[in-house]
């Protein structure tokens, strides 16, 4: 069974950081295309980073850009999320998607929320003093 597990989410001051875990079970992480999406209450899921399995290269939301940082472990099987300077407006339930083996795109940058076809249970960030 393909399964996503997020974890490393939790309270942390402005200018802070985390470090989101995303690991897989049930699947080799190598071969999908991994996406760090973000949703605050009463806002829609949006994208934050991701990192294409085809060449490894990976994407950033303005928003996030020289803040955010996504690699993969392939020996862990797990995707991670350094978030360093966070921001009271990166507080936000913090989800990992997986597609593939087949990629529907080369570059991940051109995924979109619907584009996943896997989904772990989000954690929550919260960026407060």
């Known amino acids: 069974q393909l399964q996503l597990v997020e974890s490393g989410g939790g309270l942390v001051q402005p200018g802070g950081s985390l470090r989101l875990s995303c690991a897989a079970s049930?699947?080799?992480?190598?071969?999908?295309?991994i996406g760090w999406f973000r949703q605050a209450p009463g806002k829609e899921r949006e994208g934050v980073s991701c990192?294409?399995?085809?060449?490894?290269?990976?994407y950033y939301a303005d928003s996030v850009k020289g803040r955010f940082t996504i690699s993969r472990d392939n020996a862990k099987n797990t995707v991670y999320l350094q978030m360093n300077s966070l921001k009271p407006e990166d507080t936000a339930v913090y989800y990992c998607?997986?597609?593939?083996?087949?990629?529907?795109?080369?570059?991940?940058?051109?995924?979109?929320?619907?584009?996943?076809?896997?989904w772990g249970q989000g954690t929550q960030v919260t960026v407060s003093s």
């Open positions: 998607a997986a597609d593939g083996p087949w990629s529907k795109y080369y570059y991940c940058s051109r995924y979109t929320v619907d584009s996943y076809d896997y």
């Open positions: 990192i294409s399995s085809s060449d490894g290269s990976t």
């Open positions: 049930g699947f080799t992480l190598d071969y999908y295309v």
